[in-house]
C-alpha cells in the first residue's frame, strides 16, 4: 500500500509503502476537495489513500474490508453491493449476501496485488472516513451514529447518486 506518510497528510512528496520497498512516487497532477478531505488523485482521477474500511457482522464473527482507494464513494459503492446481494438477503442467507456485497465493492481488483484486504474482525486499520458496519444478522447498517435498514440504505444512497 503506497500513500503519504502519516503526519505529513498534506505534503505529497513524502511517501512510505508498507511491506514493500521504498519507491519513487511522481507527485500526482490532481487534487481534489472532496468532504472536507485533501485528496490525490493518479493519472487515470483515481482518489489515492482514500483509506476506508468496510465492517460486516455475521451469525460466526465479523469481517472487515479495508479499501486503499473507496473512501470517496464509500456510500454509493456500499449501496450498489447490498443491491446486488438483494435477492441473498431476501432469503436470509447471509454468507451469499456477503460474498457478493464483498465482490461487488472489490469488483475487477480481485487480481491486483494491492488496493483491497479482508481481515476478520471488527477493528479497523486507517480509516480517512466514518466508519461503516453492515449486520446482516439484523438488517441494518451503522454509521455517523445511526441505524439504517438495509434497503433504506440501499434507497437514500442510490438516490445520492443519481442526483450527482
Request: proline share 5%; charged share 20%; glycine share 10%.
Given at each position: ?129 466514518e466508519p461503516v458496519t453492515v449486520d446482516f444478522t ?27
Amino acid at each position: 500500500m503506497i500513500g503519504p506518510s502519516r503526519g505529513s497528510r498534506n505534503q505529497f512528496s513524502e511517501f512510505i509503502a508498507i511491506n514493500a520497498p521504498a519507491v519513487n512516487i511522481p507527485a500526482a497532477k490532481n487534487v481534489v476537495q472532496k468532504d472536507f478531505r485533501l485528496t490525490q488523485t493518479n493519472q487515470k482521477g483515481m482518489a489515492m489513500g482514500a483509506r476506508t474500511n468496510f465492517t460486516f457482522k455475521t451469525e460466526t464473527g465479523d469481517l472487515t474490508l479495508y479499501s486503499h482507494w473507496g473512501g470517496d464513494t464509500k456510500f454509493q459503492d456500499l449501496a450498489a453491493a447490498l443491491n446486488a446481494a438483494r435477492p441473498r438477503l431476501a432469503m436470509g442467507d447471509i454468507p451469499y449476501a456477503l460474498r457478493i456485497t464483498v465482490s461487488q465493492l472489490i469488483g475487477p481488483s480481485w487480481n491486483e496485488e494491492t488496493g483491497y484486504g479482508l481481515h476478520v474482525g471488527s477493528e479497523g486499520r486507517e480509516e480517512s472516513y466514518e466508519p461503516v458496519t453492515v449486520d446482516f444478522t439484523k438488517g441494518i447498517v451503522i454509521h455517523h451514529g445511526m441505524t439504517h435498514p438495509i434497503n433504506d440504505f440501499i434507497t437514500y444512497n442510490s438516490i445520492q447518486l443519481t442526483e450527482v
